[in-house]
C-alpha cells in the first residue's frame, strides 16, 4: 500500500516560515509528479505548488516569491519551505503524488498563521 507521509506542519507567526516534508513509500512504480494542495475551512481545495521528476515548477500567484518546492527523487519525498507566511496561508496543507492516471495523497498536515 503507498503512503505519504507529511510533517513540519504547526503554528507560526505572521512573517515566519515553515518546512514542509513528505515522504512516499510503497508500491509506486512511476511519480510523474509531486505537489502540495491546501483547504481552508469553507473553501475548495486548491493547487500550492507541483514538481515533476525532471524538475520543473508549478506555483499558485498567492504563493509565487514566498514558497519553494523542491524534491529528492532518489528518495521520493517533496518539500514545501514556506516564509513570510501570512493569516491567509492557514490551512490544511496536504501532499499529492500522481502516478500513471492515479493520485495518492497524504492525511494533510495543519499549518495555523497567527497575527
Known amino acids: 500500500q503507498v503512503q505519504l507521509v507529511e510533517s513540519g506542519g504547526g503554528l507560526v507567526q505572521a512573517g515566519g516560515s515553515l518546512r514542509l516534508s513528505c515522504a512516499a513509500s510503497?508500491?509506486?512504480?512511476?511519480?510523474?509528479?509531486m505537489g502540495w494542495y491546501r483547504q481552508a475551512p469553507g473553501k475548495q481545495r486548491e493547487l500550492v505548488a507541483t514538481i515533476t521528476s525532471g524538475g520543473s515548477t508549478n506555483y499558485a500567484d498567492s504563493v509565487k516569491g514566498r514558497f519553494t518546492i523542491s524534491r529528492d527523487n532518489a528518495k521520493n519525498t517533496v518539500y514545501l519551505q514556506m516564509s513570510s507566511l501570512k493569516p491567509e496561508d492557514t490551512a490544511v496543507y496536504y501532499c499529492?503524488?500522481?502516478?500513471?492516471?492515479?493520485?495518492?495523497w497524504g492525511k494533510g498536515t495543519l499549518v495555523t498563521v497567527s497575527s
Open positions: 510503497g508500491m509506486i512504480f512511476s511519480i510523474n509528479s
Open positions: 499529492k503524488i500522481s502516478s500513471y492516471s492515479l493520485q495518492y
